[in-house]
């Protein structure tokens, strides 16, 4: 099984700042099966990025995504108020899907 | 794309629960879903998937569940469905639905979820 592990736990920041949201596989995963998602409080999560860097519906060119092989990153740009969130990474192996433990975001 | 998941509620250890997912917005047949699940305070686990009729309506389970949930769809029905036996405390979770993209295979819509709460 490919594990994920993201980075920070937790990070603090402010609106306007820039978010940086690190993910580290333990085997090499094809950015084709690389994909961030957003979850809210109470809500469901919500697809952000797939294809490592391609972002999803309705997704606002703020978020990006970048990586490859075993290091991926989401990042966003100027953080607006509706951002502050938990965010996973996820893969696909082809057989399995496995997630990350999530980064929440929190204002600083 | 719409999903709506039911079925969820309280349950003792050992026992079983179905789940299911009703799909509107988008061709259910043509899709590849799968059930994923987060226990209170926690993150994502993923559950299992089934494939479409068409690549074979195959499923896929992750370890801890593997002989005990069984994931099966209908068609015609437009449903998705989640058998769930020999029930543990830690299968306590809300349990999603979501609807496989065919670009790279990401979890792209994603229903609000039931609770099964697994407890004596």
């Known amino acids: 099984e490919i594990v994920l592990t993201q980075s920070p736990g937790t990070l603090s920041l402010s609106p306007g700042e820039r978010a940086t949201l690190s993910c580290r596989a333990s085997?090499?995963?094809?950015?084709?099966?690389l994909a961030w998602y957003q979850q809210k409080p109470g809500q469901a999560p919500r697809l952000l990025i797939y294809g490592a860097s391609s972002r999803a519906t309705g997704i606002p060119d703020r978020f990006s995504g970048s990586g490859s092989g075993t290091d991926f990153t989401l990042t966003i740009s100027r953080l607006e108020p509706e951002d502050f969130a938990v965010y996973y990474c996820q893969q696909y192996d082809g057989s399995q899907y496995t997630f990350g433990q999530g980064t929440k975001l929190e204002i600083k | 794309a719409h999903l709506v998941e039911s079925g969820g509620g309280l349950v003792k250890p050992g026992g079983s629960l179905r789940l299911s997912c009703v799909a509107s917005?988008?061709?259910?047949?043509?899709?590849?879903m799968t059930w994923v699940r987060q226990a209170p305070g926690k993150g994502l686990e993923w559950v299992g998937r089934i494939k479409s009729k068409t690549d074979g309506a195959t499923t896929a389970y992750a370890a801890p569940m593997k002989g005990r949930f069984s994931i099966s769809r209908d068609d015609s029905r437009n449903t998705l469905y989640l058998q769930m036996n020999s029930l543990k405390t830690e299968d306590t979770a809300v349990y999603y639905c979501t609807k496989v993209s065919g670009s790279g295979y990401p979890l792209e819509f994603w229903g609000q979820g039931t609770l099964v709460t697994v407890s004596s």
């Open positions: 085997q090499s995963v094809s950015s084709t099966y």
């Open positions: 917005g988008f061709t259910f047949n043509h899709a590849w």
